[in-house]
């Protein structure tokens, strides 16, 4: 602690009196944040009342032996704070009315510095079909946030439009109606955190208590709790490898007599298992809809990434727009961290979600939309798409390349190369997905096990998310779930 020399006082009322403070003696911070810092600590304690008078900004940087700037800029945000008041002609006092700040008034301790142990490497995740977050175009992202920030700033006079930004609405109302297929106006599209978040609040809107929703099997666990989040139920279809079951898919509407609402299904990529929903099944899906009067809720999660042949267009876009609501993601596209997703839904349909919005968060991340409006009309999403494209389908061969190479690997597992997504479905030919899991964890890897799609009971295979790694970093991963294979 420092101690400065007397400082006469003035208190209410009467001519100044002695004043003794002390300044932190604390090297990490300014001569200014001392100085503010000693004066609301013996403003709080009491020894400054309401009303007190300080010396003159000259007389304090004397007594205190620093700059009078330092004294001028401390009592500047001490005034701005709410701490002290001046008045012409008066000097500066205590403010008579003190300031209580949830977030001003607390100070928290400096960062503690963490990190993955020297001794042990991090884990490396394979467990989901992640984007690379390295790919991203975050620095063009930051500069287009930091224009949408200072615009909102400038023009907002109170809370958006509970749908989303109305100018990233017309965007990507123009951008799936060009690149999907679809047919659809701004009116129709419904921003939102990413595709939980769209599955989560179509729920709490759409959903209640009696409600049925059918889903794929294994499939998409997330899913399933936002739908028994809303009070729904969920009854499981088997999928095979041309997709959904559609033919118990009729049975299961046919006994629940009305009470299915919706069905959910991943018909470009299933997940967890990359299929793709056979043209057939897809016209029936369309068909039982009608023929039942429930909603398809289709995740088309990532359309992005698909490397063979032409991608099949949404259910959306060919003729069932009366009863799909189409949801993705720009998470998948950009990073998992940008969460912001859409959904294209009927005119009924949105009006609830808008007043379902509203009672929650009134609307969405409006900075980030603007944001994400910026990078579609200068043609950074583009340009990041296509190159995204590239890097994950040379990923996607120098997977399957090591996996074959490898003979541990290639007489332990059997998968589809798939023609797009973002990770591969291997099943085991041999041994347990629980035990693959244990002995991984021993190498420093993660793998979620098959049971984590199912509602119950054991799958023995595992999704092998490969978009997020380098084809180093693939090779190294490959290298450590042989030595695993082999025990």
């Known amino acids: 602690m420092e101690r400065s020399r007397s400082t006469r006082i003035e208190g209410p009322g009467q001519r100044p009196w002695r004043f003794d403070f002390a300044l932190d003696h604390d090297g990490t911070v300014s001569r200014q944040t001392q100085l503010t810092r000693a004066l609301v600590r013996e403003i709080q304690r009491g020894r400054l009342q309401p009303g007190a008078m300080l010396p003159g900004s000259r007389t304090l940087a004397d007594q205190l032996g620093v700059n009078r ?59 989901d079909g992640l984007p690379d977050p390295r790919l991203a175009p975050i620095a063009e992202l930051s500069r287009a946030y930091a224009r949408a920030l200072r615009s909102v700033h400038r023009t907002a006079v109170g809370y958006g439009d509970p749908a989303g930004d109305p100018g990233l609405r017309e965007v990507l109302s123009l951008f799936v109606n060009q690149a999907r297929g679809l047919s659809t106006t701004r009116d129709e599209v419904f921003l939102t955190r990413g595709a939980q978040g769209a599955l989560g609040l179509y729920a709490l809107a759409m959903l209640g208590p009696g409600d049925v929703v059918a889903a794929e099997v294994p499939g998409y666990a997330p899913a399933w709790r936002a739908f028994e989040f809303a009070g729904a139920r969920v009854t499981h279809i088997p999928i095979d490898g041309d997709g959904l079951r559609t033919d118990l898919l009729e049975k299961t509407a046919r006994r629940l007599a009305g009470r299915l609402k919706a069905v959910y299904v991943t018909p470009h990529h299933q997940y967890p298992t990359s299929v793709s929903l056979a043209p057939e099944r897809r016209m029936r899906l369309l068909q039982l809809a009608e023929r039942f009067d429930f909603t398809v809720l289709e995740d088309d999660y990532d359309y992005e990434y698909h490397f063979e042949g032409e991608p099949l267009l949404p259910l959306h876009a060919t003729g069932g ?26 005119d009924a349909c949105i009006r609830q979600l808008r007043q379902t919005r509203a009672v929650l968060k009134r609307q969405g991340d409006t900075v980030l939309e603007r944001a994400i409006v910026e990078l579609f009309e200068d043609g950074t999403i583009q340009r990041h798409a ?11 061969d120098h997977l399957h390349a090591r996996l074959s190479a490898l003979p541990s690997l290639r007489e332990c597992f059997e998968y589809t190369v798939p023609a797009g997504g973002l990770a591969l479905w291997l099943k085991l030919r041999r041994g347990s997905a629980e035990a693959l899991v244990a002995s991984a964890r021993a190498e420093r890897l993660l793998i979620a096990p098959g049971a984590t799609h199912l509602p119950e009971g054991h799958l023995e295979a595992f999704r092998f998310g490969f978009a997020a790694h380098a084809p180093d970093e693939l090779s190294r991963i490959c290298d450590a779930l042989a030595r695993c294979v082999s025990r």
């Open 69 to 127: 700037k330092v004294v001028v800029a401390a009592v500047e945000e001490l005034v701005g704070q709410g701490w002290l008041e001046t008045r012409p002609a008066s000097g500066t006092r205590v403010a008579a009315s003190l300031p209580r700040s949830a977030v001003a008034d607390v100070e928290l301790p400096p960062p503690r510095k963490t990190g993955p142990s020297r001794r042990e490497a991090p884990f490396v995740s394979i467990t």
């Open 386 to 396: 296509r190159r995204a494209r590239r890097t994950y389908k040379a990923r996607r």
């Open 321 to 346: 727009s009366r009863h799909v609501v189409y949801i993705a993601s720009l998470s998948k596209l950009l990073a998992p961290t940008v969460r912001l997703g859409y959904l294209v839904a009927s």
